[in-house]
């Protein structure tokens, strides 16, 4: 069976003890490879080797350092079908929405910080007779990516590539729910020729590589996605070592629906917002607020629209929802449609395990399941589920929803639908959300700041935010 290795110095090795751990197909449940159980030594290892390649590296051109990235978003692109095929089967989704999704967008990572690094200019401030000011950016150093099992190659390549772009050399850990496409990278990475040392991929579990990366003091700065808990954990170590830190971690978000809107496109875009990769986006609208004037009309093509979310085999076109990530994390979201009974709610779609025939007898399906009658403040609705569970609520007026929209401690994204667009921008205003998306939902362009307020994050990834992250500002001044 595949034995996936780690990535250190340019070469494929493995785990310096040589352990091992399984590696599960969620639509089957079974074995299909195991990934390298990595520990302290491996991350120095991987360390040592950037450290090393990085004098060279960010000595290279931006210009050459791009034309590298974006030979590997080229090698993405040509093997599109191989890569969405790998993060179906190592992650449970709709083989489809890798093909159109995960994988484009992991190839249009490296392409855009590839050339994003030629135009990152450094600013200039000038006091006429006074003074010139300006600001070096230098690379952070060797830097630490640790990413999730959700979106596993497009969330990986969102932090490798502006690193890389930066002039960082990194060492980066995907999630152990999810290795397969990280390594299938580190693959083209060695065909495209990057030098080594420059990246180091390390395989493993949280405690065994991730906080070894965490706590190493060569490591001088930490962008991670992934769960709230987490995330505070990763604060309490790296904040007393100095770190600089990007932390993208968990949503609540609210979708907020007027009566003015297109009704047809916000149905078909809510579907989508609730339900696209099982519910487990950290942007996916979980809390729907619908204006009472059309509640009822919304919920009744919601529902039809939910009926018609095939879940099935992810390897089958046909499939609209594939597998939850892992038993674990399925008893996870089952525990909170439990609690959403016991909270009040009524039932009006799904709620329970699916259980296929044939080779996905043993897979993790949860029918999309939609509930209504919750209080607004009630757990089911101010915690994160991470799963195909939405809750509908009536409201009436903007301040009630507003209230409700900001009422959690995460602050992530918000989408809002109406054709009154000054009540549009009014209402993105006061809602406490680093994202709001008005009549449209995970619109994404590279450039525009990423990232989440209160406990769904610290700093913002994207564009320049993301190359300012990953350098460190030098002024300096020369009296005139
Ligand atoms: N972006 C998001 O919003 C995501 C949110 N989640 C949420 O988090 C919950 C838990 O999911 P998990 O898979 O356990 O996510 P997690 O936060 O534990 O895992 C994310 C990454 O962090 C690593 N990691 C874990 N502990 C670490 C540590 N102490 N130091 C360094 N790295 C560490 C993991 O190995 C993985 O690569 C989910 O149920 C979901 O609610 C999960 C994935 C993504
Ligand atoms: O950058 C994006 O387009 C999406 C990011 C999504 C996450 O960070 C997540 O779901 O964890």
Redesign the pocket.
């Known amino acids: 069976m595949l034995h996936l290795q780690n990535y250190l110095n340019g070469q494929l090795v493995p785990p310096a003890a040589g352990r091992y751990l399984p590696n599960l197909e969620p639509a089957t449940g079974e074995v299909f490879s195991y990934l390298p159980d990595s520990d302290a030594e491996d991350v120095a290892r991987a360390t040592a080797a950037a450290e090393a390649a990085l004098p060279a590296w960010r000595r290279l051109p931006a210009e050459d350092r791009g034309r590298l990235l974006v030979r590997i978003s080229e090698l993405i692109e040509r093997d599109l079908e191989r890569l969405a095929q790998a993060e179906s089967q190592d992650n449970g989704k709709p083989v489809s929405l890798a093909r159109t999704v995960d994988i484009p967008r992991a190839a249009s990572n490296f392409a855009f910080f590839g050339t994003a690094a030629q135009h990152f200019a450094s600013e200039t401030h000038f006091q006429e007779g006074v003074a010139l000011n300006y600001t070096v950016r230098h690379p952070l150093g060797v830097v630490g990516c640790?990413?999730?099992?959700?979106l596993p190659l497009y969330l990986f390549t969102w932090k490798i590539a502006p690193a890389l772009a930066a002039g960082c050399t990194v060492v980066a850990?995907?999630?152990?729910?999810t290795p397969y496409t990280a390594f299938l990278l580190s693959e083209l990475c060695i065909e495209v020729g990057l030098p080594a040392g420059v990246l180091n991929i390390v395989h493993g579990?949280?405690?065994g590589a991730?906080?070894p990366?965490?706590e190493h003091p060569g490591i001088k700065g930490i962008s991670?996605?992934?769960?709230t808990k987490?995330g505070e954990?990763?604060a309490r170590t790296a904040a007393p070592m100095f770190k600089k830190l990007s932390l993208?971690?968990?949503?609540k978000n609210p979708n907020i629906v007027f009566a003015d809107c297109d009704l047809a496109e916000t149905v078909r875009t809510s579907l989508r917002s609730s339900f696209a990769n099982q519910g487990q986006i950290?942007l996916c609208g979980s809390r729907i607020f619908i204006e009472r004037s059309i509640y009822e009309q919304f919920k009744t093509d919601f529902l039809a629209g939910v009926a018609d979310l095939t879940v099935a085999d992810p390897q089958l076109e046909t499939s609209r929802q594939g597998a939850l990530v892992s038993e674990a994390?399925l008893q996870?979201v089952l525990c909170y449609i439990a609690l959403a009974h016991a909270e009040g709610g009524t039932l009006l779609a799904g709620g329970q395990r699916v259980m296929l025939d044939g080779r996905c007898t043993n897979g993790y399906f949860l029918q999309p399941t939609v509930f209504e009658g919750l209080a607004p403040d009630c757990r089911v609705n101010r915690e994160?589920i991470?799963g195909p569970v939405v809750t509908l609520t009536p409201f009436d007026t903007e301040e009630e929803v507003l209230t409700w929209a900001n009422g959690t401690d995460y602050g992530l994204a918000a989408t809002i639908w109406t054709r009154d667009l000054n009540r549009a921008h009014r209402v993105a205003h006061q809602l406490h959300s680093g994202i709001v998306w008005i009549n449209t939902w995970l619109h994404r362009d590279l450039r525009t700041p990423f990232g989440g307020m209160k406990n769904s994050g610290v700093g913002r990834e994207g564009g320049l935010e993301a190359l300012r992250f990953f350098t460190e500002a030098q002024s300096i001044t020369v009296k005139l």
């Open positions: 640790i990413s999730p099992w959700n850990k995907p999630s152990e729910i579990t949280g405690p991730g906080q990366i965490i991670f996605t992934g769960g987490t954990q990763i993208e971690l968990g949503g950290c994390h996870k994160e991470f």
